[in-house]
């Protein structure tokens, strides 16, 4: 379960450009659940989600992570909880053009150096369950933009994480990759991971169970989905 208690994150404080991007955020997020958040560009969903991420740290709160105090954790600890807790999805997929897809998704498994064999493996079952053929020998700057989307997503989830987060995942793409790319985050969710979905298309959030609403660094709304 995570955890938010009056969240404040302010940037540059006490200069002349400070800039209070989340102010008091409250928020829990309880496991299995798909969570819209939206919002105007600038309204402190990114900066929201790089501090659920332990991207970044928040000003003053706390937050909570199945009921421990992030600012407890000692670096490897979360650097454990960004590489194994989460899976990250973002707007750009910032893949390594020159090596294959297969290649791309099995990065996040270098640190077991000892299975190579079950490094590929759980890198060739993320590909599929994505709809990626892992045999695939081309680079991967020569697929299409949906298409490096899904390998993005293959890449976060072949650490088997708890929470998918995803960034603008179809702030890219046509309307087709589109709903291509939110049957995935579906299916995920529909498997009994958490995943939470930064947005500013109310398409989007319309597809999901839950949908918060940030304006100015402020959650204004918190409310159901009834059509899910």
Do not use: W
Not at 129 to 151: C, F, M, N, W, Y
Not at 173 to 198: A, Q
């Amino acid at each position: 379960m995570i955890k938010l208690q009056n969240i404040c994150k302010t940037f540059n404080e006490g200069k002349n450009n400070e800039k209070k991007a989340l102010k008091n955020v409250s928020l829990d997020v309880n496991d299995g659940e798909l969570v819209a958040i939206i919002g105007k560009s600038g309204a402190g969903k990114s900066t929201l989600l790089n501090i659920v991420a332990c991207l970044d740290t928040p000003s003053s709160g706390e937050y909570l992570i199945d009921g421990e105090n992030t600012a407890n954790f000692s670096p490897s600890k979360t650097a454990e909880i960004r590489n194994g807790y989460f899976g990250v999805v973002t707007q750009s997929p910032f893949m390594i053009d020159n090596i294959t897809p297969l290649e791309n998704v099995v990065i996040p498994l270098m640190y077991d150096r000892k299975n190579k064999k079950d490094r590929y493996r759980r890198a060739a079952e993320a590909l599929a369950s994505v709809g990626i053929d892992s045999g695939l020998k081309v680079k991967t700057a020569v697929l299409s933009g949906g298409e490096q989307q899904r390998v993005s997503i293959a890449r976060a989830i072949v650490n088997n994480p708890r929470v998918i987060l995803a960034d603008e995942p179809t702030g890219n793409l046509d309307k087709e990759n589109s709903d291509g790319v939110m049957k995935i985050l579906l299916n995920i969710n529909k498997e009994g991971r958490t995943v939470i979905v930064i947005t500013h298309d109310p398409d989007i959030a319309a597809q999901c169970g839950r949908v918060v609403t940030v304006s100015d660094g402020e959650i204004i709304m918190d409310e159901k989905n009834a059509d899910r």
